[in-house]
Structures are given as C-alpha cells and as structure tokens.
C-alpha cells in the first residue's frame, strides 16, 4: 500500500512527540498535503537553497529538518523573500517540509542519542529529565454484575494505557455498603434501610487531560445514582526524556584522547573542535547537549562529569564555569553535534516503511554549517 505523508507524520510524532517541543518553537508539518504519497525522503539540519537543489533534483517527495525554517513569526511567505523563496519552490516541486526540533532534542532516543551514540558514550541518562505525562488512578466501586460495562466504558473514554499494553485494570471484590436517603432513587436497596451488595473494585489508570471524559464515561456507564470513586493524581516522576544527556566511557582516557575522539566522530567544520581544561585529565563521564547548551554549564558542574560536549560556546561562561571548578568543555560546530540525528530519524521511518515498494531515503550530502572558513 501507499505511503501517505500522513502516515510518516505519525511516525515521526511518535518518536518525537510534539508535546516535548519548548513553548517557544515551531514544530510539525511546513507544507505538504497530508494525503500526498512519499516515497523519498530527504533529511537534514538545515533548509537551505542547496538543500532544496538536491532534494528536487532527487524527487524528493518530503524533507525533514531539524531547524525549522519558519522558527519566528512571520507576516510574507513571498516568492522575493528568502525564507518565502524556499516555501515557493518546495510547493512547485510537491515537496513537503516536516520540522522536529526541540521535542527531537528532548525525545529518547534524541538528537543527544545520537551525539552520544557517534562518541561511544553508553548508559547515558537526561541531563535535564522532563517529568512523565501526569495521570490519574481512578479506583470505581461497582455491582459485581455490572463491572465488565463500566470498565469497558472507562476503556473507551482513553483509561487503562499504559505505555504499548491497553485495557489494563485491577480488580478485586468486596462487600459494598449504604443507606439511601429519603430523596434516593437507589438502583438496589430500600428508602431508609442499611444495604450491603457484592461489589468489585476496578482501577485504572488514565491521562490527566482525559479526566472529564472518563468521569462522563462513568457515569454513564455505572448503575448508581451516585457512584462510588476515587481519583488519585500521580507523584511527577522522572523520564527519559529531556534535554541533554549524560553517561560514560567504556574505557577511560585523557581530555586530549577524547577531544580526538570527537573531532573524528562528527564531520569536519571550518569551526573544528576545541577543548578547555587539563589535557591530561582523565574523563571517564561526560555530558553532553547537541546544539548550543551553553545553558546547562551550572547544571552539569552540579553533576559528576569530567567533561561536557556541546556547541556555541562563549569567552566568558567557560571561563567562569572553569574558575569555579567545573568539568571540562569541549565545543564543536552547531551543525556537527546536531547532525548525527539525521541518520537517526531516517532509521526510525525507514523502519517502519523501509520494506514499501519504491521507498528510498537518504541524508543530504549538503554541509549547511554556515561557517566557511
């Protein structure tokens, strides 16, 4: 069967979920009809003229990008602008423009996986974890004889997922108990008189969001005029999502040695790689951010690395990270440390539609680090 842009859109959001994106980005779907088939696809950092050369001179049907083109607000996607140009040929080439950024930085794997997976850093942790989705546990007290309904209703309202199992429930049965009140209109029991019925204790759990839903749900679903429930909110644990990452070697060696790991790890830049600290260190754990992560220096001199691997470092925080005592830096191009993600994303969609009748991929052959010399 065909491919729909559709159907790569779903892969690429489940492995990088929109919801991870920062408030402030730009993330999904450029231009492209949904319904369109793909069968080539192109990734890349950056979208660049000579990104959009190759991919049209390919017939890529679909570009995917990890900077997005349109990250702020625009009010002209016209044909004389630089930005609009790009929209204008894609569009004439029916080639689709897809974005994942910062919800690809903080997903797991991410863009940091595959900075950590190009430097032979293992066990590797978020630098920055994202809590996990909040949800509840909703914990239903129901006739024995009517439990099956209710918890097929709470099913369908979105409860019971938990990670790739659905339908997931516990029960147990009791002995239920109530007076219904002069104004009653009990479904079991007498106005006035002390009841007790069998009943079964049915717990799930469901999103946070969902929670109006699976009430309606319940309540139309359950036999009592006033159903028994308890909704317990989840504690925020942590994930493995987030920004950054953090792990260690197989083998220890000296900041030196490592800083030539990196420099033979990622492509060449006019930028190169380069190192502060004790070049005769040894660095067994080592941080690191793809892209630029000068922010995260505090947070990694709280943590036990000997070194921190990212992008788009200044004078002045490395001095200061270093007088007081910090890890390590070592500082590679912007575009080096971010792409090693491409080869990442186009083996998660490959595998899902790798095996698709004139499917093919590749990642752009195009340096588009704008640094040149």
Not at 135 to 155: G, I, M, N, Y
Request: proline residues 6%; hydrophobic residues 45%.
């Amino acid at each position: 069967m065909a491919v729909t842009l559709a159907d790569v859109i779903e892969v690429l959001d489940n492995a990088y979920p929109p919801r991870l994106a920062e408030s402030w980005d730009s993330v999904g779907l450029v231009c492209g009809d949904p319904k369109m088939v793909v069968q080539q696809v192109l990734y890349t950092v950056d979208v660049t003229e000579t990104v959009v050369d190759e991919a049209i001179a390919w017939g890529a049907d679909l570009i995917v990008a990890h900077h997005p083109l349109l990250l702020k607000g625009v009010d002209t996607v016209a044909a004389d602008t630089a930005k609009g140009s790009v929209i204008h040929r894609l569009i004439r080439a029916d080639c689709a423009l897809f974005t994942a950024h910062t919800n690809a930085d903080s997903a797991d794997p991410g863009v940091s996986d595959a900075l950590a997976a190009a430097l032979g850093v293992i066990d590797t942790r978020p630098l920055d974890p994202i809590p996990a989705p909040a949800h509840d546990k909703w914990v239903v007290f129901v006739p024995s004889t009517d439990s099956a309904a209710v918890r097929q209703a709470l099913f369908d309202a979105g409860a019971g997922q938990i990670g790739d199992y659905s339908e997931a429930s516990w029960q147990a049965t009791g002995l239920g108990q109530f007076r219904p009140g002069p104004n009653a209109h009990p479904t079991l029991g007498v106005l006035g008189e002390v009841h007790t019925e069998t009943e079964d204790r049915i717990e799930v759990v469901a999103p946070k969001a969902q929670r109006a839903r699976v009430l309606s749900a319940l309540r139309d679903a359950h036999p009592y005029e006033e159903p028994a429930f308890d909704v317990f909110e989840s504690a925020a644990l942590p994930s493995c999502t987030g920004l950054g990452r953090i792990g260690r070697l197989p083998n220890s060696m000296t900041l030196a040695e490592f800083t030539d790991v990196v420099r033979d790890a990622l492509p060449a830049t006019s930028w190169g790689v380069r190192a502060a600290g004790d070049p005769d260190a040894m660095v067994s754990v080592v941080a690191m951010c793809g892209g630029a992560g000068d922010s995260f220096l505090s947070a990694v001199a709280r943590t036990d690395a000997d070194v921190y691997v990212t992008s788009d470092l200044r004078h002045h925080p490395v001095d200061e990270h270093l007088r007081a005592g910090g890890p390590a830096v070592i500082d590679t191009a912007h575009w080096a440390s971010e792409f090693p993600w491409c080869e990442q994303a186009r083996s998660i969609v490959d595998a899902a539609f790798g095996d698709t009748d004139g499917w093919s991929s590749r990642v752009t052959e195009v340096r588009t680090d704008p640094w040149t010399l």
